[in-house]
């Protein structure tokens, strides 16, 4: 079956769900118009059908090849990512002046979830440059940005986050990479990094590395970490790669999924050292990281969209052909196709519902930021970081969760045919499995969550995010079109529980924080499905309105969100329900697992 950019629906979500056209209106600084928006999104639909999806299966039974040092892409990677940055895709919202396109920064994530839709695989290495680029933007000095982020923009050099380490995973305190000045004011780098995404590879002329490292006389713990630049081959006076550096690629990791996507190990300073230069101050490494880890969360949670609604194409595609057994509707002799049995019906339908809540999440976390970087008042500004800080967990975590329940779904509804290679729906469910795991696991999310998030301003960023939803559910209310069904009462219904929740875990935080630990990642969950119920909502009366114009086009929708209300919803408030119990439960953990040695 072939796959196509779902482009349709994410202009819908764009518009309806993030309210872009508005927001460009009335809230974002910067001379955007919808036109060129949608041209974008659309052209960049068909450079990923055309051009990159084919390359994901052949990419996924290739792999990425090492050899002395060396790591080659499979066949097609490197003239396809050539011909995406020449075409100017590496720039989308980046800054016109180093030759960005400017655009805002939903304009990214649209065209982030269709690269990864199209292969993932491919996807990273962009993904990764895209961080780097932010970072490099917002902490570089002139120099560096003059020498770099041009030739990152234009695509010509990648780049990539170098923070992970064999005792350094989740916990980056523990960094050993060490840094020493030089008397010329650069940094030698010595150390060893491990699964670092197209740390090496064969598509671009220069790859440049955002390292994490310790100086010598830095502080322990996270205080004392700081971020370098150290590019592959150093930069000749005219900007031409020049003098190979001191670093290396020591071999790539064998996978569950993602095989095209080289995950390297690095090696720093074997010899004299590798060159390098800091990233913004010494020992304030961890703002710059946070800063580059936040915006590859919100692209790792466009990679669940993306790869759950492949998944959903693609199950959708085989439910209309496969026969099997008679449906009620069938009168014939002959079998039904299986998209008739009521119980396949639910899993295309949860696979679809789940991925527009997701996308609609995203999309609201990306207008957060767009409101942060281009809103044209202080106020405004404040209000859109702290909506982003408070939704990127949820962006990333829920979204990846619900890529990979729609690719398991996806297998499940090719029923044998799925657990066989050849259909690709196996791949779908190998590749979405790492994006649960990477920039910060779905459990490390939910701690920040819960931790550092529920806190902001006194609690109100969050009461600001529920009052939100109710009004959403009022709105619904207020239409009274039966088409809605229990939409409104269930959205009610799981503001409320979300609305305990939160009181629960906010005294937890203070009082109880073992409690408060055992029961964020369900936290997060109930967020996410009660606001990507409310999106679904949202853009249910987007299409109602549209229809009461004239335009029924886009009716589905209502269902699509009845179907999410009546049929997800309601398992709010069982979470509600299993996160008040706290930690107790877990307390005889030892006894119930018993002794592994
Ligand atoms: C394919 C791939 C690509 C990657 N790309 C990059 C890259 O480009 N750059 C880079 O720097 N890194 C990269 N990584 C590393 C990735 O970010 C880490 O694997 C991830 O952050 C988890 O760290 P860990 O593997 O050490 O797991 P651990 O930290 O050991 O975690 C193991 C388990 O314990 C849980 N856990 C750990 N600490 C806590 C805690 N305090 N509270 C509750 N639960 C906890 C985790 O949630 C997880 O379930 C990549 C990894 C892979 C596999």
Request: net charge negative.
């Amino acid at each position: 079956m072939s796959y196509r950019s779902p482009i349709a629906d994410i202009l819908f979500s764009l518009k309806a769900v993030a309210g872009l056209p508005e927001l460009m209106e009335s809230r974002l600084e910067g001379d955007f118009d919808w036109e060129t928006i949608s041209s974008v999104v659309t052209e960049a639909g068909r450079f990923a059908t055309e051009e990159i999806a084919p390359l994901n299966r052949s990419g996924d039974i290739a792999g990425a090849r090492y050899e002395n040092g060396i790591v080659t892409t499979p066949p097609g990677f490197a003239d396809v990512y050539r011909r995406w940055a020449e075409a100017g895709w590496g720039g989308v919202s980046a800054p016109p002046e180093f030759g960005g396109m400017g655009l805002p920064h939903l304009v990214n994530v649209a065209c982030t979830e269709i690269w990864n839709g199209a292969s993932m695989a491919f996807a990273l290495c962009p993904l990764l440059t895209e961080g780097a680029i932010g970072a490099l933007n917002s902490f570089g000095s002139p120099e560096l940005l003059n020498a770099y982020l041009q030739p990152m923009i234009s695509g010509r050099w990648t780049g990539t986050m170098n923070l992970t380490e064999p005792q350094a995973g989740s916990d980056l305190s523990a960094v050993k990479t060490r840094a020493e000045r030089a008397p010329d004011g650069t940094y030698r780098l010595f150390g060893q990094k491990i699964f670092i995404t197209y740390g090496e590879h064969d598509m671009a002329e220069n790859i440049v590395h955002f390292v994490l490292a310790r100086l010598p006389d830095a502080p322990p713990g996270t205080r004392g970490i700081s971020l370098f630049l150290a590019p592959k081959y150093l930069a000749n006076p005219d900007g031409s790669p020049g003098e190979r550096n001191d670093l290396r690629c020591g071999g790539i990791e064998h996978k569950l999924g993602i095989h095209a996507s080289p995950t390297c190990v690095m090696l720093y300073g074997e010899n004299e050292g590798a060159k390098a230069w800091l990233v913004g101050e010494e020992n304030r490494g961890l703002a710059a990281m946070f800063l580059m880890m936040n915006a590859a969360r919100l692209a790792v949670g466009t990679q669940g969209v993306a790869i759950g609604d492949r998944a959903y194409q693609q199950a959708l595609a085989f439910a209309r052909e496969r026969r099997q057994g008679r449906s009620r509707r069938q009168s014939g002799p002959d079998m039904s196709p299986i998209i008739e049995h009521p119980d396949v019906q639910r899993m295309l339908m949860t696979m679809k519902a789940t991925v527009h809540a997701a996308r609609g999440i995203c999309h609201l976390t990306a207008a957060s930021l767009d409101l942060a970087i281009h809103g044209r008042t202080v106020e405004e500004r404040a209000e859109g970081a702290d909506r982003a800080a408070l939704l990127t967990p949820i962006a990333k975590a829920f979204s990846t969760d619900i890529g990979d329940e729609a690719a398991s779904f996806g297998v499940q509804v090719h029923g044998g045919m799925g657990f066989i290679e050849e259909t690709g729906a196996a791949q779908h469910l190998r590749d979405s499995r790492i994006a649960s795991i990477y920039e910060g696991t779905n459990g490390i999310q939910s701690i920040d969550l819960v931790q550092r998030k529920l806190p902001l301003n006194g609690g109100e960023t969050v009461a600001n995010e529920i009052a939100g939803i109710r009004e959403i559910a009022r709105g619904v209310d207020e239409r009274g079109d039966e088409a809605f069904g229990g939409t409104a009462a269930r959205l009610a219904d799981a503001a409320d529980a979300l609305e305990q929740a939160t009181r629960t875990m906010r005294g937890w935080v203070a009082t109880d924080p073992e409690s408060a630990l055992a029961g964020a990642s369900q936290y997060l969950r109930l967020f996410g499905m009660t606001l990507g119920g409310a999106c679904l909502a949202k853009a249910g009366l987007a299409a109602d309105a549209m229809a009461t114009s004239g335009d029924r086009s886009e009716l589905a929708r209502v269902s699509l969100a009845r179907f999410f209300a009546e049929k997800l919803l309601p398992l709010a408030s069982g979470i509600a329900q299993a996160i008040a119990s706290g930690a107790a439960p877990l307390k005889e953990y030892e006894a119930v697992l018993g002794d592994t040695a």
